[in-house]
């Protein structure tokens, strides 16, 4: 007699052999990793190239907590620039359709995303949300970013699709020149801004109405928007870091962001939630693995305005970027830094140099737990001491490289 299995079975086993299948191709690795959803197990399937267990289960979490969520299909596109390469940065964790692009000069760093230049980079989604048939719709939408960016006013968004006429704008300005904060979803006409309470963090413009909007940032309300009619949704894609039809772009990093239909208020939190997790785990893993000491090179000597990005290597010739930047205390320049570990904590040794005589005047002291946050170690009684040993340690290593 031939036995038939009732529909709620066929259906359970269909999903565990897609997860199944899925996952074997996902952990194809040097480590074993099963995905706890489907969806983790296909973005994880096109994700190869140099993902570790941390950032597996990091997106895993991520995903399949936005399935659980209820959010995961109200998403279009998902982005995470601070992965642990520039290729997976620019995947679509939704679908393997709109893959981002990188145009002109902006400045990847693994761990923390993707910076603007000010004048020509940016990264186009190439979701174009008017022919993608998809979730963003004219009166339902939503568009988020994540900035790690604390600055005062500039004239580029983080995140744009606008008409350039005013007669649509979806864009996220975290402060405009004018000190207000500018969070638009499908306006006709653009609205006004608000005073945010800072420039960094995650970003979420919302549209549940053709004249109901919603601004929130870290999941809190950063004022009321009254009546905002929606426009008719122009062909183009959204694009981070610039506003391409007026030519401006912004100097800020982005770990990345979301586009979508209009999310409910537990959905909004849900997804910051969820959002804000990813990057606690990737700020804790370890960003690398040299034996130490390691040298670190900035190309960007005797300066005091501009952070200080960092290239790491473990020989001293090939280098890698490093997932952190620095900005000198007022009166101190970076010159020739190198980094050692001494007392279970990484230094930073850093010449200082007169920018006016060009002489040697010392040099000062970075301390981290993890070898990104970083902490200048003023001077004081035990300065000294600090000092003479790392100076030791550090003996016979080149000044600069």
């Known amino acids: 007699m031939t036995k038939s299995f009732n529909k709620p079975l066929r259906v359970g086993l269909a999903l565990l052999l897609s997860v199944l299948a899925a996952g074997l191709s996902a952990t194809n690795r040097a480590y074993a990793f099963t995905p706890s959803c489907s969806q983790s197990a296909n973005f994880l399937a096109r994700a190869t190239s140099s993902l570790s267990l941390a950032y597996d289960q990091a997106y895993d979490t991520l995903i399949c907590g936005l399935v659980t969520d209820g959010v995961w299909n109200s998403l279009d596109a998902l982005y995470r620039f601070d992965a642990p390469d520039e290729t997976t940065a620019l995947l679509n964790l939704v679908s393997a359709s709109d893959t981002a692009t990188v145009i002109g000069t902006p400045t990847f760093r693994a761990q923390l995303g993707f ?12 979701f174009n949300p008017s022919t993608a048939s998809g979730n963003y719709s004219q009166n339902s939408a939503h568009i988020s970013a994540w900035d790690n960016t604390s600055r005062a006013g500039a004239a580029g968004p983080i995140v744009s699709l606008d008409s350039g006429n005013g007669s649509f704008e979806s864009d996220i300005y975290p402060e405009y020149t004018d000190g207000k904060t500018y969070i638009r979803v499908n306006d006709n006409p653009a609205s006004a801004g608000f005073t945010a309470s800072d420039t960094a963090g995650f970003f979420l413009g919302n549209r549940t109405s053709a004249t109901t909007r919603q601004g929130y940032l870290n999941n809190v309300s950063v004022g009321t928007y009254g009546s905002t009619p929606s426009g008719a949704i122009p062909s183009g894609t959204f694009r981070f870091l610039v506003n391409d039809t007026l030519n401006t772009w912004s100097t800020d990093q982005v770990r990345g962001g979301s586009f979508g239909g209009g999310l409910t208020p537990t959905q909004s939190t849900d997804l910051y939630n969820r959002m804000s997790a990813f990057t606690t785990a990737v700020e804790a893993m370890p960003p690398f693995t040299y034996t130490l000491p ?18 790491a290597s473990s020989d001293g010739i090939t280098f890698t970027d490093w997932p952190t930047s620095l900005t000198p205390p007022t009166g101190y320049y970076f010159r020739d830094p190198s980094i050692t570990q001494y007392d279970d904590s990484y230094w930073i040794v850093n010449t200082e140099e007169d920018s006016y005589s060009g002489g040697y005047t010392g040099f000062s002291l970075y301390e981290s737990s993890d070898a990104m946050h970083w902490s200048f170690v003023p001077e004081s009684g035990a300065f000294d001491d600090l000092r003479s040993a790392l100076k030791a340690r550090l003996k016979g290593l080149p000044r600069g490289l």
């Open 115 to 126: 910076s603007g230049d000010g004048g020509s980079g940016e990264i186009n989604t190439n």
């Open 294 to 311: 390691t040298y670190l090179f900035s190309p960007l000597n005797n300066t005091t305005s501009l952070p200080m990005d960092l290239s």
